[in-house]
C-alpha cells in the first residue's frame, strides 16, 4: 500500500511537493498515477508515469503546473505543484498501474491505494 505525504494549507500562488512511497517498495518498472478527490466530486486523474518507457501524462487542470518525478533510488514518486489555486483543494491519492504499458486517468487501472494526503488552497 502506498503512502502519500507532504499535503497542507496554501495560499492560492503556492507551491507544494507531495511524496509517494511504500517501506521497502523500489518501484522499479511500474506504471504511477496521482489523482485526486475534492469533497463531493468523483476521483479524478492529476498526472501519471508508464513504467515501460516513463513517459508521462497530465490531465488538462494541471497541465503547466504539475511536474510528476521519481528519485534516482526509484523509491519515492513526487509530484511538485505550482501556482495552486482553490479548485486544486482535494485528497492527493497515488497508485500502483496494473500495466506498465502506458498509463491512464481510470481509477479502476490502479490498484494498492493509501489513504492520501489533504492538500488545501485557501488564503
Known amino acids: 500500500q502506498l503512502q502519500a505525504s507532504g499535503g497542507g494549507l496554501v495560499q492560492p500562488g503556492g507551491s507544494l511537493r507531495l511524496s509517494c512511497a511504500a517501506a521497502?517498495?523500489?518501484?522499479?518498472?511500474?506504471?504511477i498515477g496521482w489523482f485526486r478527490q475534492a469533497p463531493g466530486k468523483e476521483r479524478e486523474g492529476t498526472a501519471c508515469?508508464?513504467?515501460?518507457?516513463?513517459?508521462?501524462r497530465y490531465t488538462d487542470p494541471v497541465k503547466g503546473r504539475f511536474t510528476l518525478s521519481k528519485n534516482n533510488a526509484q523509491e519515492t514518486v513526487f509530484l511538485q505543484m505550482n501556482s495552486l489555486q482553490p479548485d486544486d483543494t482535494a485528497v492527493y491519492y497515488c497508485?500502483?498501474?496494473?500495466?506498465?504499458?502506458?498509463?491512464?486517468?481510470?481509477?479502476?487501472?490502479?490498484?494498492?491505494w493509501g489513504p492520501g494526503t489533504l492538500v488545501t488552497v485557501s488564503s
Open positions: 497508485a500502483i498501474g496494473k500495466t506498465r504499458y502506458g498509463c491512464t486517468f481510470v481509477p479502476g487501472d490502479y490498484e494498492s
Open positions: 521497502g517498495y523500489p518501484f522499479g518498472r511500474d506504471t
Open positions: 508515469m508508464s513504467g515501460i518507457d516513463r513517459s508521462r
